[in-house]
């Protein structure tokens, strides 16, 4: 019993994708992201280092009523992930990393 708990858990950690905020830890599986532009509605970031093959950036809008995080394009590492909105960029963005196209 104790072996089947363990080994689901093992599974759980290794398939979720880390979200990374503006500055990555070294143990971060995507790194060297940096913001290189922002509006009014819109942040772009890009991420040149890493253990995983693509990223996707995450901004935190906001509008009259409520804030949440919304994703951007997917990028490859090197490359930049942009995110665009009707409502109004905070200031903050995460990064989450994948190794498939569709993990992030």
């Known amino acids: 019993m104790t072996k089947k708990i363990l080994s689901s858990v093992a599974g ?4 979720t994708a880390v979200l990374v905020g503006g500055t990555a830890s070294p143990a971060a599986a995507v790194g060297g992201c940096s913001k290189t532009a922002s509006t009014d ?3 772009t970031v890009k991420c040149t ?3 995983e093959t693509y990223f996707r950036v995450y901004g935190y809008f906001c509008s009259t009523s409520s804030c949440s995080y919304l994703p951007g394009g997917l990028a490859s ?3 930049t992930s942009k995110v665009t909105s009707g409502a109004y960029y905070s200031g903050s963005w995460k990064v ?3 190794y ?3 993990g992030c």
């Open 12 to 15: 759980l950690v290794l398939g």
């Open 41 to 43: 509605h819109s942040v």
């Open 49 to 51: 280092s890493g253990l």
């Open 77 to 79: 590492l090197g490359g």
């Open 96 to 98: 989450k990393g994948c």
């Open 100 to 102: 498939v196209t569709d």
